[in-house]
């Protein structure tokens, strides 16, 4: 039970860094944007507009709204595609880049605190959520499947 309560108080307090740190405005899509956005600027690459919202669950309007507002706050810049004029790039500012490694620290430093996830779960099998009909052990959609075209809440960007 002990362990239950720890990961839970780490779930919780993973959650306040993210909507405390990170430009998330009230909501998860936008958070795995900038994680999209930060590992492929890690790896020294860049999306498109039109690649960014294949790869995440919103519709593209969400994603095109998303990205206007991250880019009148300095959280990044929409650039010309150099390969092709008829596309833009999403690049993400270093105070954005800087933001995510930070959490993802955090993120790492909670998760060396925690037990086994095998014993906390009561298994050996590696399953650590929900099942879902399919038996993948997920309950989420992966990340690139179109969960809904209305990610965003109506009051989360003015």
């Known amino acids: 039970m002990k362990d239950y309560v720890t990961y839970l ?10 909507r405390e740190d990170l430009p998330t405005y009230g909501s998860w ?3 795995d944007l900038g994680v999209l956005l930060v590992k492929d600027a890690l790896d020294g690459n860049a999306m498109t507009i039109k690649q960014v919202s294949r790869s995440l669950p919103c519709s ?3 994603i095109r709204r998303y990205l206007r507002v991250l880019e009148s706050d300095g959280w990044l810049t929409i650039q010309p595609n150099p390969r092709d004029n008829r596309s833009s790039l999403v690049v993400p ?7 995510y490694k930070r959490f993802f620290l955090r993120h790492a430093v909670a998760a060396r605190k925690m037990t086994s996830l095998d014993s906390f779960c009561g ?3 590696g399953h650590s959520g929900p099942a879902d009909s399919s038996g ?4 989420r ?4 499947s179109r969960r809904s075209a209305n990610c965003m809440p109506d009051d989360a960007i003015a």
């Open 9 to 18: 108080e780490t779930l919780i307090d993973l959650s306040r860094v993210a």
């Open 136 to 139: 993948s052990g997920s309950a």
């Open 29 to 31: 899509s936008c958070f």
């Open 123 to 125: 298994n050996d099998s």
């Open 141 to 144: 959609p992966p990340l690139g």
């Open 60 to 62: 593209e309007s969400n």
């Open 93 to 99: 500012s270093g105070a954005m880049v800087d933001a």
